[in-house]
């Protein structure tokens, strides 16, 4: 938060904005002076925790819409904070008419702030495959929301600051200590309520837009109803005007954001969507999966699993991992259950253990017509047990030598989230679990257009104490991102093969080769992987460092 700006000392002459405002004549409230102060600090309170969820609001939207990106993050976060500063100096000039002015920064900052959500999705969902000048639209637009809204949010406190002193003067240090613990914890609440309250009741959409019209009603009242005899008649209608302007267009918005919301991916992913759910961890879609027309899942917009080519996918992982003991596999991620459709197709194999993060993959996987048969019902099987656990942690509890294969399906490291399951304490961790002999296959992003990403994941397995053969096989529908950037346009030529490193504990596993007593695989010869092996290692890319915890090496 920014130091907000001190108030003239008492005595001092100080001028007002209003009729008869004669340098230190008194306020006349319509409450006593301890109530005065008390509603002044609750709206501080309820105007900061609007203030963090437009804050948070912008992060989260960046890392939805952009790509997640620590980068990303941080310039939305220090353009915010910068653009406070300007903000609380750019108030100076208004302490004189105080009153008028946080009524009109509150009323502006409850519009911009409730409605950037539902601009930025528009923009990226229309304009998202232009290319030309409007490639970067959505990227400039954040930036614009994100200077407007920290410029607001800096305006606040110095005229707050005004208000209280306007009340009752005191000295300028407990005035400060008065409003930054109301700022504060407005802040905590508003943090608090972001994840835990709007986002899983409200969804980004609808709860930007609520926060703005809390934003709007408590400035309002706080100007309207304690300061109106600071206000020229003209001023009050006009503030009931702006206010009641602003709250139409957040309601008319939030009674057609369902409407917008369909539009919006109507244009993103076509008419053909068939399921769109915001689960605890994201935003699962499925698209096709009727009529002869291919199923798509997409978590967080980007593809995830493509019906034209996800058997050449899913064989290339798990096949050439089986080559030896299989009786016990464990599964990272996998929750819809095309990983463990092809485990379950190798005899010997008497249990399969899936940890996913996401329960709302896992009941589409089991439940949606389409996704069930695609998976031939694999999560229903007698053998498999489905654990909802984030995978870093689920492991770091498992005794070791438990499983003879691990198959690590999990989303791209480039994406923040994903990042700790690709560092060499990940990997400590699962080869651990691995009995003597064991393999551990990982996905390791696409090949071609992110060759220093892959092969960081195969030097982080040999930092982590594993032998290591790496292999690509050719697929992908393009247009869509798969990585951790979700731009149509960056994509579309890109995301054209996966990577894929076979890693042993002990022994070096050599050429990978397919179990010759296995199953008949459609997408996948010894023949072929061999040509999967050299055409990798013509991507390598050499003397790289293991990406951990504390220092990760994948780019955003």
Known sequence: MIEPQAPAPPGSA???????????????????????????????????????VYELELVALAT???????AQTSVVLSVMVFAMGIGSLAAKRLRRHAAAGFGAVEALLALVGGCSAMALYAVFAWTGDWGGVWASGPHTLLVAFSLATGLLIGAEVPLLMELIQRIRRQDAGG????????????????????????LPLLGQLTGALITGAVNAVVGGALVLGLFRQDLTHRARRLLVAANVCVLVILGSAAALVDDFERAARHA?????????????????????????????????????????????????????????PHTRVLVLGGGDGLAVREVLRHTGVHRVDVVELDAGVVRLARHDPALSALNGHALDDPRVRVTTADAFDWLRGEPPTAYDVVVSDLPHPGITASTKLYSQEFYGLARRVLAPGGRLVVHGGAVAHRPRDFWTVDSTLRAAGFHTAAYRVRGRQAGFAAGPDRSHTRTAQAHRDWGFVLASRHLPPGEPRLDPTGPRTRTLTDASLAADIRAAEETRVSDLPASTLIHPRYTG
């Open 14 to 52: 100080q001028s007002w904005d209003g009729p008869g405002g004669d340098a230190g004549s008194p306020l006349r409230l319509p409450v006593r002076q301890e109530t005065g102060r008390f509603l002044v600090l609750a709206g501080v309170f309820v105007c900061a925790a609007c203030g963090l």
């Open 64 to 70: 939805y819409l952009m790509g997640d990106s620590v």
């Open 175 to 198: 005035a400060v200590a008065d409003l930054s613990a109301a700022d504060y914890v407005g802040a905590l609440v508003g943090g608090l309520a972001f994840p835990f309250l709007l």
């Open 268 to 324: 993103m992913y076509g008419s053909d969507v068939r399921v769109a759910v915001h689960t605890d961890v994201q935003e699962v879609l499925l698209t096709g999966g009727r009529d002869g027309r291919p199923l798509n899942l997409f978590l967080d917009g980007r593809l995830r699993v493509s019906g034209r080519d996800e058997r050449r996918y899913h064989e290339a992982l798990v096949h050439p991992a089986m080559n030896g």
